[in-house]
């Protein structure tokens, strides 16, 4: 990887709903086609091949999150971006990401998702619950999410197109 760029190691937290997935696979999608190799890590999607797997895990709890840094690390190490796509609701997990940056010496980047018009935010929950993805309203506002104190970033995605959220990320990471 000599004279190669240092890979990003993104991390996006947020509770279900605020974008996380549209903006972790646009953000890996930009950076795909301005030649930067690039994964989406989305903990949903490992969640449930472990729900599907022979050993039919229910609660993964942990499970998701160590098997992408897993996948996230070989990735690094070849100078491949991560986009980490997971809810991330506690210090104690996005310090998975933050300790993974600094031994893969990769650009870490904290991201924090929020919807703020929270009739919105159920209206989008609704919708992917009623398509059979993700927990319902009452899951999502159960949930123990604690805000990110030290997050590098804060976008609310209220009343926004995804793609003006995604200019605004990729303008703050200098993306063009």
């Avoid at 937290?13 to 903006?23: D, H, R």
């Avoid at 499970?63 to 690094?76: K, N, W």
Wanted: net charge negative; hydrophobic share 45%.
């Amino acid at each position: 990887m000599a004279g190669a760029a240092r890979p990003w190691l993104v991390a996006f937290a947020g509770l279900p709903g605020v974008g996380k997935s549209t903006l972790a696979r646009g953000l890996t999608g930009r950076l795909l086609s301005t030649g930067r190799p690039a994964i989406w890590l989305r903990i949903d999607t490992i969640e449930q091949a472990l729900g599907l797997s022979s050993l039919a895990i229910e609660r993964c709890e942990d499970a998701g999150y160590l098997a992408a840094q897993g996948v996230a690390r070989d990735s690094l190490a070849l100078g491949i971006s991560a986009a980490i796509d997971c809810v991330n609701p506690w210090p104690l997990s996005r310090s998975l990401w933050s300790g993974l940056a600094v031994e893969a010496g990769a650009r870490l980047v904290q991201v924090e998702l929020v919807c703020s018009d929270r009739a919105e935010h159920r209206a989008r929950v609704d919708a992917r619950h009623g398509r059979g993805e993700g927990p319902d309203w009452a899951a999502v506002e159960a949930r123990d999410y604690r805000p990110w104190q030290g997050a590098d970033l804060r976008l609310d995605t209220a009343g926004r197109i995804p793609d003006d959220v995604l200019e605004a990320l990729c303008t703050a990471l200098d993306l063009g």
